[in-house]
């Protein structure tokens, strides 16, 4: 039984269990029980609220602002969840954001937010909904709207919302402005608190912290030295072979000189110890349509030799092909076919070429996949020796690219090279595979976790370069982009990212260290960090959510104010009508949009039309 049935399981249980206690009056009155929600009723907190509304013409003049905001967002959304829907029934395979579990915000159901940070989840979730319903409160008072009841609603018993009930009939006595604004309080609201929780984020708590020195492990191959050697995620590699190594690059440039059989020291975020990874050259990824023509699936193969010379390193291998542009390499482990050799070119291979690109303007196929093997006379390798003999060359220079295509023949093309879209140096117009020849190959088997990337893209200090080359990088110069940034960093990997950040938990914590005043909090400082990482995420979420132009929704209720106003001026006999009429149809196009959304693909399987 996968995830989402067990949860279904448990709120259907939950709900004969709570329908049974309430039909035998064991529940108390402030407890209601409607399907698998329980609303919990309380008349307390209107006397501070009648307090809080002291300054009426204050609150008046920001919830016209928020009205004003929610209006354009109504807007915004509509369009936005009718596109996507669209969108979800013309692609033929649906994303993971468009996955059923994950439009629940319930951590580990939603693939995006995991459970280490569930209580920061609840926490922000909980706050986000008092705040929203306060201010509706809030509203109701400065307007002079009487209130019946507050209170907060459980789906079985996960808090999922809150409410204010104001009375009815004094609702329908005040003015259609001051119902609009009454509506649009607890998005006002919550947009207000998403920017404090944003500015103490953004400013003195990640401004606190800084990268710690090491290796970040973000990833361990199953089946690699590292694997075996047992280190793991979240684990800071800080010396290898007897010297300390402070990032990536120092690492990457240790491991390169270092014996096959090389020691390191871990620190896992208790205590270091020293390991041996015994290395082993392997393939962990592959291209399709690859020279080798081997696919690299759940475990990786192994490359053991370079025209009969043993190999267990890149650098080794490297070494091995030399200067030859082919080589004959013994690779075991895939697919059954132990000992197998493959006489094939050793280069930088490119998965496409691109239409209108240098290298199709001078004969390259569009889409034909190229092994590289040498430019005006400099020998390629990989795809590291493509892009560093290319920033070395301007744009505007002709080069000669001699590469080898899918059906192994050897071709030349001279290149004009135009200027690269990310970096300096000239470019040629190809998607190229990281690696050698299709293949990915590594003799460690770890992936680094960027923390000082995330850490730039929340504003902090990352180091120098941190963001070079990242995607969304260039946003966090900006608090705009810095709010864009952190509402999709927990669904990093569908925009580029190596990672989904779901903030500062479980391993990751070793890849940071605490500065200034937030040291004192140790550990605090993360569950702090977190807990406004995840308030304003939500609280954002939960205002865009609430300004749909759908009933029972804020943004269907202020969409029928809007509706009254117009129809009031125009000369119709049945007003009443052509409100319902506009009303009920966009709350029928927006429902259609969010099935569309999360069960488009669905559908259309079972009808046979995908």
Same mark, same amino acid.
């Given at each position: 039984?996968?995830t989402?049935?067990?949860?279904?399981?448990? /709120?259907?249980?939950?709900?004969?269990?709570?329908?049974?206690?309430?039909?035998?009056?064991?529940?108390?009155?402030?407890?209601?029980?409607?399907?698998p929600?329980t609303?919990?009723?309380?008349?307390?907190?209107?006397a501070?609220?009648?307090?809080l509304?002291?300054?009426?013409?204050?609150?008046r003049?920001?919830?016209n602002?928020g009205?004003?905001?929610?209006?354009?967002?109504?807007?915004?959304?509509f369009?936005?969840?009718?596109?996507?829907?669209?969108?979800?029934l013309?692609s033929?395979?649906?994303?993971?954001i468009?996955?059923?579990?994950?439009?629940?915000?319930?951590?580990?159901?939603?693939?995006?937010?995991p459970?280490?940070?569930?209580?920061?989840?609840?926490?922000g979730?909980?706050?986000?909904?008092?705040?929203?319903? #306060? &201010?509706?409160?809030?509203? *109701?008072?400065?307007?002079?709207?009487?209130?019946d009841?507050?209170?907060?609603?459980?789906?079985?018993i996960?808090?999922?919302?809150a409410?204010?009930?104001?009375?009815?009939?004094?609702?329908?006595?005040?003015?259609r402005?001051?119902?609009?604004?009454m509506?649009?309080a607890?998005v006002t609201?919550n947009v %207000?608190?998403?920017?404090?929780?944003?500015?103490?984020?953004?400013?003195p708590?990640?401004?606190?912290?800084?990268?710690?020195?090491?290796?970040?492990?973000?990833?361990?191959t199953?089946g690699?030295?590292a694997?075996?050697?047992?280190?793991?995620?979240?684990?800071?590699?800080?010396?290898?072979?007897?010297?300390?190594v402070?990032?990536?690059? =120092?690492?990457?440039?240790? /491991?390169?000189e &270092?014996?096959?059989? %090389?020691?390191?020291? /871990?620190?896992?975020g208790? =205590?270091?110890?020293?390991?041996?990874?015994?290395?082993e050259?392997?393939?962990i990824?592959?291209a399709?349509?690859n020279?080798?023509?081997?696919?690299v699936?759940?475990e990786?193969?192994?490359?053991?030799?370079?025209?009969?010379?043993?190999?267990?390193?890149?650098?080794?291998f490297?070494?091995?092909?030399?200067?030859?542009?082919?080589?004959?390499?013994?690779?075991?482990?895939?697919?059954?076919?132990?000992g197998?050799?493959?006489?094939?070119?050793?280069?930088?291979?490119?998965?496409?070429?691109?239409?209108g690109?240098?290298?199709?303007d001078a004969?390259?196929?569009?889409?034909?996949?190229?092994?590289? %093997?040498?430019?005006?006379?400099?020998?390629i390798?990989?795809d590291?020796?493509l892009?560093?003999?290319l920033?070395?060359?301007?744009?505007?220079?002709?080069?000669?690219?001699?590469?080898y295509?899918?059906?192994?023949?050897?071709?030349?093309?001279?290149?004009?090279?135009?200027?690269?879209?990310?970096?300096?140096?000239?470019?040629?117009?190809?998607?190229v595979?990281?690696?050698?020849? #299709?293949?990915?190959?590594?003799?460690?088997g770890?992936?680094?976790?960027?923390?000082?990337?995330?850490? @730039?893209?929340?504003?902090?200090?990352?180091?120098?370069?941190?963001?070079? @080359?990242?995607?969304?990088?260039?946003?966090?110069?900006?608090?705009?982009?810095?709010?864009?940034?952190?509402?999709?960093?927990?669904?990093g990997?569908l925009?580029?990212?190596p990672?989904?950040?779901?903030?500062f &938990?479980?391993?990751?914590?070793?890849?940071?260290?605490?500065?200034?005043?937030?040291?004192?909090?140790?550990? #605090?400082?993360?569950?702090?960090?977190?807990?406004?990482?995840?308030?304003g995420?939500?609280?954002?979420?939960?205002?865009?959510f609430? *300004?749909?132009?759908?009933?029972?929704?804020?943004?269907?209720?202020?969409?029928?104010?809007?509706a009254?106003?117009?129809?009031?001026?125009l000369?119709?006999?049945?007003?009443?009508?052509?409100?319902r009429?506009i009303?009920?149809?966009?709350?029928?196009?927006?429902?259609?949009?969010? %099935?569309?959304? /999360?069960?488009?693909?669905?559908?259309?399987?079972?009808?046979?039309?995908?």
């Amino acid at each position: 039984m996968n995830t989402v049935l067990w949860v279904l399981t448990g /709120v259907l249980a939950y709900t004969v269990a709570m329908t049974w206690l309430r039909n035998r009056g064991i529940l108390p009155d402030s407890v209601r029980i409607s399907g698998p929600l329980t609303t919990l009723h309380t008349r307390r907190g209107r006397a501070f609220l009648e307090r809080l509304a002291g300054p009426k013409r204050f609150w008046r003049a920001v919830a016209n602002l928020g009205l004003g905001g929610a209006l354009v967002a109504m807007v915004g959304s509509f369009v936005l969840i009718v596109s996507s829907g669209l969108s979800t029934l013309s692609s033929t395979q649906p994303s993971a954001i468009q996955q059923p579990q994950n439009f629940l915000i319930i951590p580990g159901v939603n693939e995006f937010l995991p459970l280490s940070v569930a209580a920061e989840i609840v926490g922000g979730l909980a706050i986000a909904m008092v705040v929203h319903e #306060g &201010a509706h409160g809030l509203l *109701c008072r400065v307007e002079d709207i009487e209130i019946d009841s507050m209170g907060l609603v459980f789906l079985a018993i996960l808090p999922v919302g809150a409410f204010v009930e104001p009375d009815e009939e004094a609702t329908q006595e005040a003015s259609r402005g001051a119902r609009a604004r009454m509506f649009a309080a607890g998005v006002t609201a919550n947009v %207000v608190l998403t920017a404090v929780v944003f500015a103490l984020l953004f400013g003195p708590v990640v401004g606190a912290m800084g990268v710690a020195p090491g290796y970040a492990v973000g990833e361990v191959t199953p089946g690699s030295p590292a694997a075996d050697a047992d280190l793991a995620r979240g684990d800071r590699i800080v010396e290898v072979a007897g010297e300390p190594v402070a990032d990536a690059t =120092e690492f990457e440039a240790v /491991v390169a000189e &270092a014996d096959a059989d %090389v020691s390191m020291v /871990v620190d896992d975020g208790d =205590e270091e110890r020293e390991v041996t990874v015994e290395r082993e050259l392997q393939a962990i990824g592959s291209a399709g349509d690859n020279p080798f023509g081997v696919t690299v699936r759940e475990e990786p193969f192994a490359v053991t030799a370079v025209n009969g010379e043993p190999v267990r390193t890149e650098g080794e291998f490297l070494t091995a092909v030399g200067d030859d542009e082919r080589a004959t390499v013994a690779i075991e482990g895939v697919d059954g076919a132990n000992g197998t050799e493959r006489e094939v070119p050793i280069g930088a291979y490119t998965v496409g070429v691109q239409e209108g690109g240098p290298i199709h303007d001078a004969g390259a196929t569009v889409g034909e996949p190229l092994t590289i %093997v040498e430019i005006d006379g400099d020998r390629i390798r990989d795809d590291d020796a493509l892009a560093a003999t290319l920033q070395e060359r301007e744009p505007g220079t002709t080069v000669e690219v001699v590469a080898y295509t899918a059906d192994d023949e050897r071709v030349s093309y001279d290149v004009e090279l135009d200027p690269h879209p990310d970096r300096e140096g000239g470019f040629i117009g190809v998607s190229v595979f990281p690696g050698t020849s #299709g293949l990915a190959l590594d003799d460690v088997g770890v992936s680094e976790y960027p923390a000082g990337a995330y850490l @730039g893209l929340l504003g902090g200090d990352g180091g120098e370069g941190a963001l070079d @080359g990242v995607p969304l990088g260039g946003l966090a110069d900006s608090a705009l982009g810095l709010v864009f940034v952190t509402l999709i960093l927990p669904l990093g990997s569908l925009f580029g990212l190596p990672f989904n950040f779901a903030g500062f &938990a479980g391993g990751i914590t070793n890849f940071y260290v605490l500065e200034g005043w937030l040291a004192v909090l140790g550990s #605090g400082a993360f569950l702090l960090a977190n807990l406004l990482f995840w308030t304003g995420w939500i609280n954002i979420q939960l205002a865009l959510f609430n *300004c749909l132009p759908a009933f029972p929704l804020d943004g269907g209720r202020i969409l029928r104010m809007v509706a009254e106003a117009v129809v009031s001026r125009l000369p119709i006999g049945d007003r009443h009508a052509a409100v319902r009429t506009i009303t009920v149809s966009s709350g029928l196009v927006m429902l259609f949009g969010l %099935v569309a959304m /999360v069960f488009g693909n669905q559908i259309l399987s079972a009808l046979g039309l995908m």
